[in-house]
C-alpha cells in the first residue's frame, strides 16, 4: 500500500546543449519562472561557471558567497546553498568561476560524477516542497554536464531555429546513451525545444520542419520567437516573464511550462 504522507519528489530537469547562445539559460530561467507563475515551487541550479542565470534572476556577484560549487562537494548545507531570487515560489543556487576548475579539481574523486545527484536528494531538500529542480548546464559535454545528467530525470534541449541545428545534436545524444549505460537508466528527453525562431524566415520554418520529420513527438508544441523583450530582460536582472508578461516571449515560455505540467502523473 502506498504512502500517502510521503513526500513527492521533485522532478528534475537538466537544460542541456553543448553548444552555446542556444537560448539554453534563457530556457531555463523563463521556464522556471513560468512554472513558478503556474503554482509550482521551483529550484534552479546554477551548474554554468559564466553564472548567467544567477545575474539574470537578480544575485549579484557579491551575494554569491555559497555557491553551486560548495553544495555539489557537500561543504555547505542546502539551507545554506538555496537563496530566494526576485521571483516567488523560485529559488536558486547561483554560481561563479570556481565551477571552471571542477574539471580538474574533481578528477581524483571516485563519486565526481554522483556528486550533484547526492546532493539533491539530501533529505533537508524535502522541507522545501520543490516541484521542480532545473539544472542550468554550462555549454559543453563536461563532468558538470555529467553531473546533471546523472542526477536528472529527463533532459530539455535548447534548439536554436538555424542552419546545422540537428547537426549538433548528434554528440549530445550521444553522451546520453552513455550516461544511460554507465550511471542513469532512466535518463529520458523530455523534449526539444526550438528557439529564436523567426516566422519570417523561411530557415526557421525548414529547421522546424526537419526537426519535426527527424525527432517526431520528442519537439516541443511551443516554439520559442526571437523576441527583442526576451533579450532586453536580463539586463534588468529578471525574467521576461516579470520584465514584460505580455510579450510573445512570455507567452511562450508559459506555453512551454503548461506541456511540461501537462504531462504530470
Given at each position: 500500500?502506498?504512502?500517502?504522507?510521503?513526500?513527492?519528489?521533485?522532478?528534475?530537469?537538466?537544460?542541456?546543449?553543448?553548444?552555446?547562445?542556444?537560448?539554453?539559460?534563457?530556457?531555463?530561467?523563463?521556464?522556471?519562472?513560468?512554472?513558478?507563475?503556474?503554482?509550482?515551487?521551483?529550484?534552479?541550479?546554477?551548474?554554468?561557471?559564466?553564472?548567467?542565470?544567477?545575474?539574470?534572476?537578480?544575485?549579484?556577484?557579491?551575494?554569491?558567497?555559497?555557491?553551486?560549487?560548495?553544495?555539489?562537494?557537500?561543504?555547505?548545507?542546502?539551507?545554506?546553498?538555496i537563496q530566494n531570487t526576485n521571483v516567488q515560489d523560485l529559488h536558486i543556487v547561483p554560481a561563479t568561476?570556481?565551477?571552471?576548475?571542477?574539471?580538474?579539481?574533481?578528477?581524483?574523486?571516485?563519486?565526481?560524477?554522483?556528486?550533484?545527484?547526492?546532493?539533491?536528494?539530501?533529505?533537508?531538500?524535502?522541507?522545501?516542497?520543490?516541484?521542480?529542480?532545473?539544472?542550468?548546464?554550462?555549454?559543453?559535454?563536461?563532468?558538470?554536464?555529467?553531473?546533471?545528467?546523472?542526477?536528472?530525470?529527463?533532459?530539455?534541449?535548447?534548439?536554436?531555429?538555424?542552419?546545422?541545428?540537428?547537426?549538433?545534436?548528434?554528440?549530445?545524444?550521444?553522451?546520453?546513451?552513455?550516461?544511460?549505460?554507465?550511471?542513469?537508466?532512466?535518463?529520458?528527453?523530455?523534449?526539444?525545444?526550438?528557439?529564436?525562431?523567426?516566422?519570417?524566415?523561411?530557415?526557421?520554418?525548414?529547421?522546424?520542419?526537419?526537426?519535426?520529420?527527424?525527432?517526431?513527438?520528442?519537439?516541443?508544441?511551443?516554439?520559442?520567437?526571437?523576441?527583442?523583450?526576451?533579450?532586453?530582460?536580463?539586463?534588468?536582472?529578471?525574467?521576461?516573464?516579470?520584465?514584460?508578461?505580455?510579450?510573445?516571449?512570455?507567452?511562450?515560455?508559459?506555453?512551454?511550462?503548461?506541456?511540461?505540467?501537462?504531462?504530470?502523473?
Open positions: 500500500m502506498p504512502d500517502i504522507f510521503k513526500i513527492r519528489e521533485p522532478k528534475i530537469i537538466a537544460v542541456a546543449n553543448q553548444k552555446g547562445g542556444v537560448g539554453k539559460t534563457t530556457t531555463t530561467i523563463n521556464l522556471g519562472a513560468a512554472l513558478a507563475e503556474q503554482g509550482r515551487k521551483a529550484l534552479l541550479i546554477d551548474l554554468d561557471p559564466q553564472g548567467n542565470a544567477s545575474t539574470g534572476l537578480g544575485l549579484a556577484a557579491e551575494d554569491r558567497d555559497i555557491t553551486t560549487y560548495d553544495f555539489l562537494l557537500g561543504d555547505v548545507t542546502a539551507q545554506e546553498a568561476t570556481d565551477l571552471s576548475s571542477a574539471d580538474i579539481e574533481l578528477i581524483s574523486n571516485e563519486k565526481r560524477s554522483f556528486l550533484l545527484h547526492d546532493a539533491l536528494r539530501d533529505p533537508a531538500l524535502d522541507s522545501y516542497e520543490f516541484d521542480y529542480i532545473l539544472i542550468d548546464c554550462p555549454p559543453s559535454l563536461n563532468i558538470l554536464t555529467v553531473n546533471a545528467m546523472v542526477a536528472a530525470h529527463s533532459v530539455v534541449v535548447p534548439l536554436q531555429s538555424e542552419f546545422f541545428a540537428l547537426e549538433g545534436l548528434s554528440q549530445l545524444m550521444l553522451s546520453l546513451r552513455e550516461v544511460r549505460e554507465a550511471a542513469n537508466p532512466n535518463l529520458r528527453i523530455e523534449g526539444i525545444v526550438l528557439t529564436m525562431y523567426d516566422r519570417r524566415n523561411n530557415l526557421s520554418q525548414q529547421v522546424e520542419d526537419d526537426a519535426r520529420d527527424n525527432l517526431g513527438d520528442l519537439v516541443f508544441e511551443t516554439i520559442i520567437p526571437r523576441n527583442v523583450r526576451l533579450s532586453e530582460a536580463p539586463s534588468y536582472a529578471m525574467p521576461v516573464l516579470t520584465y514584460d508578461p505580455t510579450s510573445q516571449g512570455s507567452k511562450a515560455y508559459r506555453a512551454l511550462a503548461q506541456e511540461i505540467i501537462a504531462r504530470e502523473t
